[in-house]
């Protein structure tokens, strides 16, 4: 099984500050993807990164998988109350026998004060 | 709206019992996930079914089962609950592989008491 590792588990800041998540593990990954769940409903994707090194941008959300495919960040420039939730990095890995399985880390707990 | 469905919302029963979830994919999604959050286990992948057939297996306890029918839908059946089964249930659907997006239910929360 792989495990994926976040931190931090809890964060809080103010609107307006930068803030990274971070997703370890030493398993390496076909494809990472990152999730965003708000109470009471499922998580929801934000992006998929495949490649080793690639970065990609959403609005104020930057996302960046390492070159080795083990890790990947997430880097929140000017928080804002909306982006409160919790924030789940997943990896995909060959299971074998043809199948794929996606693993979750515990998440990050965001909250942005305004 | 993530276009998956899941019944019930919530779910309360007593130690010993047995319980259904049922969740309705995306239309077009052939391949349905179970996944069971916990506050200290987080997201824990049980299940995933593709057109009918089993296809990948976690962390999933010999007391709980699944199926998913002809018409895509899927079902988790959890027996003989203990306390520890409390939790929040979720179904996910793909077009095939965990590779592409995943779309979640809004769960279901079960509370064994």
């Known amino acids: 099984t792989q495990l994926l590792e976040q931190s931090p588990q809890f964060l809080s800041i103010q609107e307006g500050e930068n803030l990274t998540v971070y997703c370890n593990s030493s398993?390496?990954?076909?494809?990472l993807q990152w999730y965003r769940q708000e109470p009471g409903e499922g998580p929801v994707l934000l992006v998929t990164?495949?490649?080793?090194?690639e970065v990609k941008k959403l609005k104020r959300l930057t996302f960046q998988f390492g070159d080795a495919r083990k890790d990947s960040s997430l880097h929140i420039t000017a928080a804002q109350p909306g982006d409160t939730g919790l924030y789940l990095c997943?990896?995909?890995?060959?299971?074998?026998?043809?199948?794929?399985?996606?693993?979750f880390g515990k998440g990050t707990k965001l909250s942005v004060i305004p | 709206d993530s276009g998956v469905t899941q019944t019930p919302k919530h779910l309360i029963t007593a130690t010993g019992q047995r319980v259904t979830l049922r969740c309705s994919p995306r239309s077009g999604d052939l391949s349905v996930y179970w996944y069971q959050q916990s506050l200290d286990q987080g997201l824990q992948f049980l299940i995933q079914y593709y057109n009918g057939e089993e296809r990948a297996k976690g962390n999933i306890l010999e007391r709980f089962s699944a199926q998913q029918f002809p018409d895509l839908h899927s079902e988790l059946n959890l027996s003989s609950l203990e306390l520890g089964d409390s939790a929040l249930y979720f179904c996910?659907?793909?077009?095939?592989?965990?590779?592409?997006?995943?779309?979640f239910g809004s769960g279901t929360q079960l509370s064994v008491l």
């Open positions: 398993s390496v990954f076909s494809s």
């Open positions: 996910a659907s793909s077009v095939g592989t965990p590779n592409e997006k995943l779309f």
């Open positions: 997943a990896g995909v890995a060959y299971s074998g026998a043809g199948s794929y399985q996606l693993t």
């Open positions: 990164v495949v490649t080793g090194g």
